[in-house]
């Protein structure tokens, strides 16, 4: 399944934040150079589904706030069972 997110890095903590709209937005400490925040993204995303981390890549908007992530290994509903309600 494929997941649409807007990323904060540079925040104080590593926290999935809630809904803003159709993306998830979630927060990282690293910042946003040399693929930090991303691998960031993944290690928050892949704790709070209970997935290994090589289960959770984002696969489209690496230089951008706005990113798509793949979650292998969920269908839809258990990945929004997972996450904060909207």
């Given at each position: 399944?494929?997941?649409?997110?807007?990323?904060?890095?540079?925040?104080?903590?590593?926290?999935?934040?809630?809904?803003?709209?159709?993306?998830?937005?979630?927060?990282?400490?690293?910042?946003?150079?040399?693929?930090?925040?991303?691998?960031?993204?993944?290690?928050v995303l892949?704790?709070?589904?209970?997935?290994?981390?090589?289960?959770?890549?984002?696969?489209?908007?690496?230089?951008?706030?706005?990113?798509?992530?793949?979650?292998?290994?969920?269908?839809?509903?258990?990945?929004?069972?997972?996450?904060?309600?909207?």
């Open positions: 399944m494929r997941l649409l997110i807007k990323v904060v890095p540079k925040s104080s903590r590593n926290a999935v934040a809630g809904w803003v709209g159709e993306a998830l937005k979630i927060c990282v400490k690293e910042p946003p150079e040399k693929g930090r925040a991303n691998k960031a993204v993944e290690a892949s704790e709070v589904l209970e997935l290994p981390k090589e289960r959770v890549v984002i696969v489209a908007g690496h230089a951008s706030a706005r990113k798509t992530v793949e979650i292998n290994g969920l269908d839809e509903y258990e990945v929004r069972t997972r996450l904060p309600p909207r």
